[in-house]
T-cell receptor, first 115, second 115 residues
Framework: GESVGLHLPTLSVQEGDNSIINCAYSNSASDYFIWYKQESGKGPQFIIDIRSNMDKRQGQRVTVLLNKTVKHLSLQIAATQPGDSAVYFCAETSAGGTSYGKLTFGQGTILTVHP | GAGVSQSPSNKVTEKGKDVELRCDPISGHTALYWYRQSLGQGLEFLIYFQGNSAPDKSGLPSDRFSAERTGGSVSTLTIQRTQQEDSAVYLC?????????????FGNGTRLTVT
């Protein structure tokens, strides 16, 4: 079936570095993508989203890039801080589903930021 | 304001017993979702409510799983005759609507352990 997957299960960076987390998706009908951050013992927290009619969107210290040609999504975190250490999930959904809240999640990438 | 609240936060039960997991969504959120997070399967969609109706139950793994929502608010996920493979974190999320501008807000989940 259709799925969303991540290239790297773990990423370790130094505080202050920029981080890039990648995600590949296979459902060409997907038209909405979201990045979530999950800290230990907590539920996923919304970071940033992007629609398929865009290729870049910026938030505070975060940027999401979408390449529909190769079905690739990335999350860039600028000046990574220890508080950014968490598991990051990409998720996709489409207008063809029952709801935009019915998400297909990737496996997750563990980001560790060293002081 | 209060976020999505789930109870209990942890539940240990014996194989074969029934369990009920509760979700209190954010006030005013009409859409409610249940997801399951397990080591082997990642984050999986279970069921979606719009108001008290469930237009999409496609993610429920078996007929031992059921859910209801009353008063357009509280939802209960029931697992009958629990099995060890039911052990997972059960996450509830709510959103204002089902459209693209209604991001999901997740609770911290109920960690279910079936012994």
């Amino acid at each position: 079936g259709e799925s969303v997957g991540l290239h790297l299960p773990t990423l370790s960076v130094q505080e202050g570095d920029n981080s890039i987390i990648n995600c590949a998706y296979s459902n060409s009908a997907s038209d909405y993508f979201i990045w979530y951050k999950q800290e230990s013992g907590k539920g996923p927290q919304f970071i940033i989203d992007i629609r398929s009619n865009m290729d870049k969107r910026q938030g505070q210290r975060v940027t999401v890039l979408l390449n529909k040609t190769v079905k690739h999504l990335s999350l860039q975190i600028a000046a990574t801080q220890p508080g950014d250490s968490a598991v990051y999930f990409c998720a996709e959904t489409s207008a063809g589903g029952t709801s935009y809240g019915k998400l297909t999640f990737g496996q997750g990438t563990i980001l560790t930021v060293h002081p | 304001g209060a976020g999505v609240s789930q109870s209990p936060s942890n539940k240990v039960t014996e194989k074969g017993k029934d369990v009920e997991l509760r979700c209190d969504p954010i006030s005013g959120h009409t859409a409610l979702y249940w997801y399951r997070q397990s080591l082997g399967q990642g984050l999986e969609f279970l069921i979606y409510f719009q108001g008290n109706s469930a237009p999409d139950k496609s993610g429920l793994p078996s007929d031992r799983f059921s859910a209801e929502r009353t008063g357009g608010s509280v939802s209960t996920l029931t697992i009958q005759r629990t099995q060890q493979e039911d052990s997972a974190v059960y996450l509830c999320a709510s959103s204002l609507g089902q459209g693209i501008n209604s991001p999901l807000h997740f609770g911290n989940g109920t960690r279910l352990t079936v012994t």
